[in-house]
């Protein structure tokens, strides 16, 4: 839920920030989700003139993580990846290939969109309906 973002790039950091917590906040290179936007939220971008390749780019370069703060023990928390992971790397991504599932879904009942998790390293399959 965020109501109160009205620019397109705050509302793709918001999002990156909900995403970010998928699974655990320091998992990198994970299986992606399906991001579900709903109508009012997607038509923050449409109004800007935004296409679904830059909302693309844009959540994806606010998935990109500090692997200091992802090393397992940072901040206190056991959970993460190991020093060999991290070596010689800045940042990664969230998600494997930055390969986020995104649908637009649901009815104009407010600005709510949702997250449908995957499963550790599954595999995403969908079906025409």
């Keep these: 839920m965020d109501q109160a973002s009205r620019e397109p790039d705050a509302l793709c950091r918001s999002f990156a920030a909900c995403l970010k917590a998928v699974g655990h906040p320091k998992h990198a290179n994970t299986a992606a989700p399906l991001l579900v ?3 009012e939220h997607t038509r923050r971008f449409e ?3 935004w296409s679904k390749i830059q909302f693309r780019e844009t959540v994806s370069r606010h998935l990109e993580m500090p692997v200091e703060e992802l090393i397992s023990g940072a901040g206190g928390i056991p ?3 190991s020093q060999d992971q991290a070596k010689n790397k800045k940042t990664m991504p969230k998600f494997r290939s ?3 599932h995104i649908v ?4 104009d009942a ?3 969109s949702a997250i449908i998790s995957s499963w550790g390293a599954s595999t995403s399959v969908t079906k025409e309906i």
């Design 79 to 81: 959970e993460g990846i």
């Design 37 to 39: 936007i709903s109508p």
């Design 47 to 49: 109004d800007a003139g």
């Design 104 to 107: 637009r879904a649901g009815g």
């Design 110 to 112: 407010g600005l709510f």
């Design 98 to 100: 930055n390969a986020l």
